[in-house]
Nanobody, 123 residues
């Protein structure tokens, strides 16, 4: 089993910054992909940013130039640096990862979610 634990959410004023962290632990052989999603009240969950094992990144248009995703392979941790925050960035932010684990002599990739961390942008 693999656990994803997010941290770093909170209340920030418009124009401010926050840094989210997502630490993966458990039976990990490799992490193929880590991503950040968010879900605002009454809205569907959407992909915010993702990063592959090779370091390629992708962002939703609304956060390009403001958010940066990165990872520390040694710590199995992904980060989301959020700058120039806007009220419309208010949401619960979830970490997601595709993780390869060994089960005896076989390996398998499974998808995992964190429990979410609340980000509120308000004056």
């Amino acid at each position: 089993q693999v656990q994803l634990v997010e941290s770093g959410g909170g209340l920030v004023q418009p124009g401010g910054s926050l840094r989210l962290s997502c630490a993966a632990s458990g039976s990990i052989f490799s992490i193929n992909y880590m991503g950040w999603y968010r879900q605002a009240p009454g809205q569907e969950r959407e992909l915010v940013a993702g990063i592959t094992s090779g370091g390629s990144t992708n962002y939703t248009d609304s956060v390009k130039g403001r958010f940066t995703i990165s990872k520390d392979n040694a710590k199995n941790t992904a980060y989301l640096q959020m700058n120039s925050l806007k009220p419309e960035d208010t949401a619960v932010y979830y970490c997601n990862a595709d993780v390869r684990s060994w089960y005896g002599i076989h390996s398998m990739v499974a998808n995992y979610w964190g429990q979410g961390t609340q980000v509120n942008v308000s004056s």
